[in-house]
Nanobody, 122 residues
Framework: QLQASGGGLVQAGGSLRLSCAAS????????MGWYRQAPGKERELVAS???????NYADAVKGRFTISRDNAKNTVYLQMNSLKAEDTAVYYC??????????????????WGQGTQVTVSS
């Protein structure tokens, strides 16, 4: 499972750091990342990171957000700086996890966190 944390209320121009930790019978984790969904809008990719630390960002957050991961902790982070009102959304983390099914079998599954609210006041 994935457990996200770090959301909250911040003024425009401020910063927040989101964290998302994976737990369970984990063999390995491939891609990790963050999506967000604002009221009345579709869920959109914010940033992703591969297990080789290749990153991808939505144009709207480039230069302001930084995604990183700590493989020893099975955790992905999203550092959000220079926040804007339009960044207000529920942020969801995801991870492509290779789960140990039994001593000889590993299966990849995609897991999602529960969502954490980020509200930026203007």
């Amino acid at each position: 499972q994935l457990q996200a944390s770090g959301g909250g209320l911040v003024q425009a121009g401020g910063s927040l750091r989101l964290s998302c930790a994976a737990s369970g019978n984990i063999f390995d984790i491939n891609d990790m990342g963050w999506y967000r969904q604002a009221p009345g809008k579709e869920r959109e990719l914010v940033a992703s990171i591969t297990n080789r630390d290749f990153t991808n960002y939505a144009d709207a957050v480039k230069g302001r957000f930084t995604i990183s991961r700590d493989n020893a902790k099975n955790t992905v982070y999203l550092q959000m700086n220079s926040l804007k009102a339009e960044d207000t959304a529920v942020y969801y983390c995801y991870a492509e996890v290779e789960v140990i099914v039994n001593p000889t079998t590993v299966a990849e599954n995609e897991f999602w966190g529960q969502g954490t609210q980020v509200t930026v006041s203007s």
